[in-house]
């Protein structure tokens, strides 16, 4: 069976480990009965081990119960960027495996509930576990919204990323991302109401900047550059600039110039939300020569790119080398 699965951004901002959005980066898993175990992955993660530890084969062996299978993946995810790769990955392996409830396996998996139920529900969502159950509700999305995506190309471990969070938070910091979190969630409904202050955060943002330090400059140049909100995916690297769809040129071109003023390479990626999760069967199958959106908005690699101009005006995972990281 094949199933493909989508990309997640958790967090949002203030949404800590219970807002993600599905976007428009694919996994595919494809898993057929053969006489031994082999595992063969393409694009994105291609270069981990292809054995019995990489998470495909992992999630697979555990859901048939054996090892008697040929898997082969297939990813536009980036790995240990942010972006959802081991929920994406787990949920596809597992509904190509055969699972019941590849949500349920997924979470498990990796951890994070949230991004897992992006990956197969699609969408806006609240997700968070209740009772040992992952309970999930679907939050309205404005249509005209688009997600410009700068992606270093530098790993960042999701269990570094957590290592630097606080044990535990004052009752002022809980309070402002809880309401920043409905700030944000409004603006994401409607994008008239959408404010750069819906993307504050206390919990996780701040801690976590001392990893990559580049961060604050980038964000900085998204908001600049027209970002109705700005805020990291996940735990990290990856940084998203929302806006709308007659403004995303812009957008993009001040991301790219933002990074390559950092002297990170990495790419820019205008994504859009996926609406549809978790795909079975032979519409489940991508193709890994080129997003047909990078035509003319596409990703490209920065680290040759010249730095801007001087300004004119002042503006406002893991340790195992198989696993792909968590992202929260």
């Known amino acids: 069976m094949r199933a493909r699965a989508p990309a997640s951004a958790a967090n949002l901002g203030p949404g800590f480990d219970a807002l993600a959005l599905a976007l428009d980066l694919y996994v595919e898993v494809e898993v057929v009965p053969a006489d031994h175990l082999s595992v063969r992955s393409e694009g994105e993660g ?178 600049e550059g027209g970002a109705l909100a700005a805020c990291w995916s996940g735990a990290g690297p990856t940084l998203l600039g929302i806006t709308t769809a007659d403004a995303v040129s812009g957008l993009k071109t001040a991301a790219e110039r933002v990074l390559a003023s950092t002297g990170l390479p990495g790419q820019v990626l205008v994504l859009h939300a996926d609406l549809r999760g978790l795909v079975t069967g032979e519409a489940a199958r991508i193709s890994l020569s080129g997003r047909s959106d990078q035509a003319d908005e596409g990703a490209r690699d920065l680290s040759a790119l010249p730095p801007p101009p001087p300004a004119t005006g002042t503006g406002g995972g893991s340790g195992d080398v198989f696993d792909f990281d968590t992202e929260g």
């Open 46 to 223: 291609a270069d981990l081990a292809d054995d019995a530890g990489h998470l495909a084969a992992r999630v697979a062996m555990d859901v048939v119960g054996h090892d008697r299978l040929a898997i082969t993946v297939r990813s536009e995810i980036p790995v240990a960027r942010g972006l959802g790769s081991s929920a994406a990955l787990a949920a596809a392996a597992a509904a190509a495996a055969g699972a019941a409830d590849p949500l349920a396996v997924a979470a498990r998996v990796d951890g994070h509930p949230e991004n897992a139920a992006a990956s197969v529900l699609g969408g806006l969502l609240v997700a968070t576990g209740v009772r040992g159950a992952v309970r999930t509700a679907p939050m309205p999305l404005d249509p005209s919204l688009v997600f410009v995506a700068v992606v270093p190309d530098r790993p960042l471990s999701t269990a570094r990323a957590r290592q630097v969070l606080p044990a535990t938070v004052s009752r002022a910091d809980a309070s402002f991302n809880l309401g920043r979190m409905g700030l944000m969630l409004a603006g994401l409904a409607d994008h008239r109401r959408l404010e750069r202050e819906a993307a504050e955060d206390r919990l996780h943002q701040d801690y976590r900047s001392p990893l990559f330090p580049e961060a604050p400059k980038i964000l900085s140049g998204l908001l």
